[in-house]
């Protein structure tokens, strides 16, 4: 932070920040902030001491390496770098430097040694590494030079990452009977669909079938392909609002007050932007698929990047809830045929998912100037395609692995349970009364939505029964339904 308020930047503050201290070298937590604090022995005196400070201690913040590069004096960088050009720490500045400006220092490429990572993976989640002659780094970003955002490793993100919650789904799946599996996904896959569409405040209507459809193939859709977002928009959304391309107008999402005034939750990437945001969001999406990414982390980063760009007028809510899928079946995470309702997860619990995007929105509009005229139209006054480029997506990646975990032990696990124990409701109730299958699962069924009883207004569809008959299937049900959750659709 020092280096920002000298630089006088305006840029969004790192998640971590460090400080000087009288006392032991402690850590504390405020506001969701990380303050680690050093003894006065460790205060750098210069400019350039603090930056060395930050490579050397910090984890990366690309957002404000990106700042302070563009407005540090070059000949600063080149005089440490060619004091300490084989230092771990002055190369991974120099190539930072290069890689976000995209200027070249005056300095020799390092001479032999050995070849270090660019990310600490202790610090950071990192992609799949590629070599850097120049500065003899394996470049482990998520991203590139033009678009990244970084994930750090966290003491809630490594429990996470450390149960192998796709091992336990993927137990859960091989130890069910295939026809109960195959209803529990029909009925997952209809239950995603539904939640998308209600978070944005929706019924799907005629659309449910199409966008039931194209999460079945999520694994397989073409996220490098401008077009196929753009057949996928059309696809779920009203078709008076299909786009033919990327949208080419100011958006925001906000709320209208009662003067009629718009009170901005979120201001979109200017319009001339989108593209070229788009474009290196697939760069990054070409990483992210690369063996041994942490999928719940490349799920983040990708589907929450896409929502922030917001590169339709409608549909990127769906289509960032539908990116998870693509993003968690392409990488193996899911079990092969299943989905996680991650969607009806994010609707049970709205407050959060709204307050992760909150996060975000809070953290870049201070740096947004726009007006809006009479008829709710906005324009952006200065650049900001760099506060959507670099990001943290380490919050985003914690709360989507909350919901990955929720939706295999609340969701699927407990609609395998449900159907295993519905069909033995069924098997008890045909030993009671030998009657058909159909008849003895509707029967179930008026008894579950009941509570345990057939209620009036359904005895008459039953009228071949005997009292003492219904009193039994009604006892038998009862005992046999226990505990088990009845879900609210039944």
């Excluded at 503050?13 to 937590?29: M, Q």
């Amino acid at each position: 932070m020092r280096v920002v308020n000298e630089l006088g930047l305006a840029v969004p503050p790192p998640a971590t920040r460090s400080e000087v201290l009288a006392g032991a070298r402690r850590t504390r937590i405020a506001d969701g902030i990380i303050f680690e604090q050093y003894p006065p022995i460790y205060a750098p005196k210069t400019l350039l001491g603090h930056l060395k400070f930050a490579m050397r201690h910090e984890a990366i913040d690309l957002a404000v390496l990106h700042a302070v590069f563009s407005a540090l004096d070059r000949r600063l960088l080149e005089s440490w770098i060619r004091k300490e050009q084989t230092g771990l720490f002055a190369r991974r500045a120099w190539y930072l430097y290069e890689l976000l400006t995209g200027t070249t220092l005056d300095v020799d490429d390092v001479p032999p040694t050995g070849y270090a990572d660019l990310l600490d993976p202790k610090r950071h989640v990192t992609g799949a590494p590629f070599r850097v002659r120049r500065q003899l780094l394996n470049d482990n970003l998520l991203g590139n030079g033009q678009y990244c955002p970084l994930i750090r490793r966290t003491d809630l993100l490594s429990h996470f990452t450390q149960r192998g919650l796709d091992q336990q789904a993927r137990a859960l799946v091989e130890g069910c009977d295939p026809n109960v599996l195959a209803r529990a996904v029909n009925y997952l896959y209809t239950k995603e669909t539904r939640s998308s569409y209600a978070i944005e405040g929706e019924l799907p209507g005629d659309r449910s079938e199409r966008f039931v459809a194209a999460l079945s193939i999520a694994a397989d859709f073409d996220a490098l392909d401008t077009s196929g977002f753009v057949r996928l928009q059309n696809t779920i959304v009203d078709p008076r609002y299909a786009e033919a391309d990327w949208r080419s107008v100011q958006n925001f999402v906000g709320q209208t007050r009662r003067d009629f005034t718009e009170h901005v939750h979120y201001v979109c990437p200017k319009p001339e932007d989108v593209r070229p945001l788009m474009q290196s969001w697939m760069d990054m999406l070409r990483r992210l698929y690369q063996p041994k990414i942490d999928p719940v982390c490349a799920a983040a980063a990708a589907s929450f990047g896409f929502v922030f760009i917001h590169p339709f007028g409608d549909g990127n809510g769906r289509i960032h809830r539908f990116l998870i899928h693509h993003l968690l079946a392409r990488l193996g995470f899911t079990p092969l045929g299943v989905l996680l309702p991650v969607s009806a997860v994010m609707l049970r619990d709205r407050r959060s998912y709204d307050a992760v995007l909150a996060g975000y929105a809070s953290s870049i509009s201070p740096f947004i100037k726009y007006t809006l005229d009479p008829d709710g139209r906005m324009t952006v006054h200065n650049a900001t395609a760099p506060l959507y480029r670099y990001w943290d997506a380490t919050p985003f990646a914690e709360y989507l692995y909350g919901c990955v975990e929720q939706a295999i032990h609340h969701d699927l696990e407990e609609e395998i349970g449900f159907l295993n124990v519905f069909d033995h409701a069924v098997r008890r109730t045909m030993d009671i009364v030998d009657m058909p299958d159909r008849r003895a699962s509707l029967l179930v069924r008026f008894i579950l939505q009941n509570k345990g009883k057939l209620a009036l207004n359904k005895r008459d569809h039953f009228a071949e029964l005997q009292d003492d008959e219904v009193a039994s299937i009604e006892s038998a049900v009862r005992s046999v339904m226990g505990s088990a959750e009845i879900p609210a659709d039944l």
